[in-house]
């Protein structure tokens, strides 16, 4: 019997077990078993949200999705790993967001109305944290505890920066910065900062405000 598995060590590092039989875990190619492993990481989000990962066993995320725990275990070594996917498929979830920006639709407003673009990339991004607010929440406790959640959030900033580098790139031209690789890192940092106070703090003045000003910041840094 596999015994539950709870995996709060007193050092809070996540634990990656490598071990002679990697190839027992299941890569799923059929319909049914790509429906099943998308069922654990949806319900492990779930209960990461609600209860928090370090009080969230193994056990528990089986018996919520109704998988069997042996077949968990087929899926994913432990608890550890279910979280690395879940936050890969945030970070991917979250670039093709930021990389939905340069679509025809969105460089045409860029074109007649920037500042409408860049409020777009702003409201784009709160919505995206407001659908994963509990999630982010979550994340922000275990950056400070567990080392491996904190360097795969830096390599998703990283990323997230190349993006908006490449977001700009139509209307370099235009701009009257020259460093671009440090310009995308003021964007970010001040974009973020700006979704972080509305979606995780409680606001004493309107949002749009908010919102108003990063965009005259933003459009007066890149294009006056």
Known sequence: MIKDEIIDNPNNKIENKKSNDTDSIRK????????TKRK???TALKLFCNNGFHK?????IARESGVPIGSL???F???DMILIEILDDYHQSFADRISSLSNEKNIEIAKQDKRAWIRGCIEMLIKLH???????LE???L???IPEVAALHEEHDLEIQSRIMREFEPFKEEMNITDFEAAAIVLNDVMSSTVDRIVFTKLNIERERIIDCTVEVVYKYLFN
Request: charge should be negative; glycine fraction near 0%; avoid cysteine.
């Open 28 to 35: 799923p190619k059929q319909a049914r078993s790509i429906e």
């Open 40 to 42: 654990i990481l949806d």
């Open 56 to 60: 969230t066993t193994t056990n528990e």
């Open 73 to 75: 275990y087929s899926y």
């Open 77 to 79: 070594k432990n608890k």
């Open 130 to 136: 407001e659908e994963t607010k509990e999630f982010n």
């Open 139 to 141: 994340l922000q406790a």
């Open 143 to 145: 950056q400070h505890s």
